[in-house]
Structures are given as structure tokens and as C-alpha cells.
Antibody
């Protein structure tokens, strides 16, 4: 079955960087785009961007341009999300989510990781 | 960016009720509209994609309709496990954007 397993919770100081991993299994890794979405405590969902695991191509929300980087390691079917220059309002649960359909980034976020809580605190 | 506006923001209903949640896009998005359900402490779960296609394994009491700018999610015969927060999401263009959510509570 399709599974996305994320790395554990992180506590970071303002200005630091965090790298969250998302290990996938149960499907062809290079066939499905991965999105990253975050949710601040008690708030709604916010999209950070996607990565094409086949090519490594990315598309980031303009809000995060220059601070976010999404990469992948095809040998271990894992994608990474790196967020730098952390601020207090980056405190959130970060999710990776696989797109529903093959080679699509528009069909909907179907399979989700369990989420990684990133806390930014001094 | 495309703004997604859901209504209502919260809703109280009883088991067995029929419930409708609406989502409006700030510009036409064709049928690139998805609905998800989220329960506290859990990741969202995709219910409907392409405005009206039921995701595999989702009960048939959930249905979606609409195109362009106006969309609805309907739940026919609410079950206890349906009390959750529902989000619409447009995937027509980036940045992908979500509605603010509709919290469905037990009356």
C-alpha cells in the first residue's frame, strides 16, 4: 500500500533552517508529484510547493521563494523539504502529500504523510 | 493567487441529516476542485477530486458538483464519523490554494 512516512518533530531557533524528510513506498516513486503543505496551530492549510521526483523540477509558492528548497533521492524514494531563515510564524505541522494521478500535479493531494511538527522558539 | 471562499465556516448538524458546503473561487478554475476531510490531529483525507469524482474507498453519501467558480460538497445521511473539518482546494494553477475550512459539529 502507498505510504508516506515523515521525519520526527523539530524545535528550531529563529533564523535557523529545518529539513523534513518524506520516505515513500508502495508505488513508483518517479511517477507522482509530491506536494508540501503546512498547517499552523488551529489554522487552515497552506501550500508550499511541489517537486517532480522524476526530474527534480520544483514549483514553489512565491511566498516561500528563496527560503524553501525541495529535493529528492530516487535511490531511497525520499523527498526533502528544507526551510531556511525560520520565523516564529513558521511554527506548523508540515505535510508531504502525493498527487493522485500519474505524472500530474493537478489531480489533488491524495496520500499524505503523518505530518512533522516544526516549532520555532527562542 | 486564486482565492477560495467556503461557506459556512461552521455548521451544526445531526446524524442522518443532509449537509451542503459551498466553495467559491475568485476566478474560473474549470473542474480543478478537490474536497478533503480532516479530523483533529490527523492529516487531511481526499474525498472528491475533479469537482465530482469520488476518491476510491470514500462512501457514496459524499458527492460533489459544480464547475467554473461555484462548487458544492454534499453529505447525504450524516454518520458519526463525518464530523470533521472540510476543505476545498483548487489545483487549476499555482499557488495551489485552499478554502478556510468548514467545521462540521454534532448538534
Amino acid at each position: 500500500q502507498v505510504q508516506l512516512v515523515q521525519s520526527g518533530a523539530e524545535v528550531k531557533k529563529p533564523g535557523a533552517s529545518v529539513k523534513v524528510s518524506c520516505r515513500t513506498s508502495g508505488y513508483t516513486f518517479t511517477g507522482y508529484y509530491i506536494h508540501w503543505v503546512r498547517q499552523a496551530p488551529g489554522q487552515g492549510l497552506e501550500w508550499l510547493g511541489w517537486i517532480n521526483p522524476n526530474t527534480g523540477g520544483t514549483n514553489y509558492a512565491q511566498k516561500f521563494q528563496g527560503r524553501v528548497a525541495m529535493t529528492r533521492d530516487t535511490s531511497i524514494s525520499t523527498v526533502y523539504m528544507d526551510l531556511s531563515s525560520l520565523r516564529f510564524d513558521d511554527t506548523a505541522v508540515y505535510y508531504c502529500a502525493r498527487d493522485l494521478l500519474l505524472y500530474s500535479y493537478t489531480s489533488g493531494t491524495s496520500y499524505w504523510g503523518q505530518g512533522t511538527l516544526v516549532t520555532v522558539s527562542s | 493567487d486564486i482565492q477560495m471562499t467556503q461557506s459556512p465556516s461552521s455548521l451544526s448538524a445531526s446524524v442522518g441529516d443532509r449537509v451542503t458546503i459551498t466553495c467559491r473561487a475568485s476566478q474560473s478554475i474549470g473542474s480543478y476542485l478537490n474536497w478533503s476531510q480532516q479530523k483533529p490531529g490527523r492529516a487531511p483525507k481526499l474525498l472528491i477530486y475533479a469537482a465530482s469524482t469520488l476518491q476510491s474507498g470514500v462512501p457514496s453519501r459524499f458527492s460533489g458538483s459544480g464547475s467554473g467558480t461555484d462548487f458544492t460538497l454534499t453529505i447525504n445521511g450524516l454518520q458519526p464519523e463525518d464530523f470533521a473539518t472540510y476543505y476545498c482546494q483548487q489545483s487549476y494553477s499555482t499557488p495551489i490554494t485552499f478554502g478556510q475550512g468548514t467545521r462540521l459539529d454534532i448538534k
